[in-house]
Every structure is written in C-alpha cells, then in structure tokens.
C-alpha cells in the first residue's frame, strides 16, 4: 500500500510562482509514474504532467513552458515548479503514482491564482 502525501498549495496572484511536493510512503515496489493531475468544479480530472519510466516528462499543452516536473526516485517524490501561474490554473492539484499497475492518488491540494 502506498500513500500520498502533497504540500505546497495555496493562494497567490497571477504572474506568481508555486512549487507542489508530493511524497510516497509505504512500500513503492516498481514505479511506472508519477505526476500531476488538477481538477476543478464540474469537470473532470485533467493531466497536468508527468514522468513516466525511462522517458521525459510531458505535460499538458496548456502548462508546457511555464511548468516543470522532477522526481526525486531516491525519496519516491515528485514536485511541480509552477510559473507564471494564471486564474485558469486554479484548481485542486492531486499527485499519483502507478506502482508495479497500481495506481494511487492522493487528497490533492488547492491552487488558487487571483487576478
């Protein structure tokens, strides 16, 4: 069993920067990924970024150039560098992780980019 454990959210003004961590406890037996999904009100759980094993990130066409994913394999965590944030990437930011096909996510933590 894994768990999922995300920081770094909260309230900033468009144009600012906020940085998402998110580490996984408990025995990770095989990562396949880990990333970020965002969801907000009324619609569904949209990709933000990723890291799949033994390729480069990718990400979403709406966040690519203004956010960046690492991942930390020694501590099973991954984090989220985002910049130049706007009011449309307020949102709940969940992290996930697919180990050895199963797949994990965690409470999420609110964004919230004020005009």
């Known amino acids: 069993q894994v768990q999922l454990l995300e920081s770094g959210g909260g309230s900033v003004q468009a144009g600012g920067s906020l940085r998402l961590s998110c580490l996984a406890s408990?025995?990770?037996?095989?990562?396949?990924?880990m990333g970020w999904y965002r969801q907000t009100p009324g619609k569904q759980r949209e990709l933000v970024a990723i890291v799949r094993r033994g390729t480069s990130p990718s990400y979403a066409e709406s966040v690519r150039g203004r956010f960046t994913v690492s991942r930390d394999s020694a501590q099973n965590s991954v984090y989220l560098q985002m910049n130049s944030l706007t009011p449309g990437d307020t949102a709940v930011y969940y992290c996930?992780?697919?180990?050895?096909?199963?797949?994990?996510w965690g409470r999420g933590t609110q964004v919230t980019v004020s005009p």
């Open positions: 996930t992780i697919d180990d050895a096909g199963h797949v994990y």
């Open positions: 408990g025995s990770v037996f095989y990562m396949n990924y």
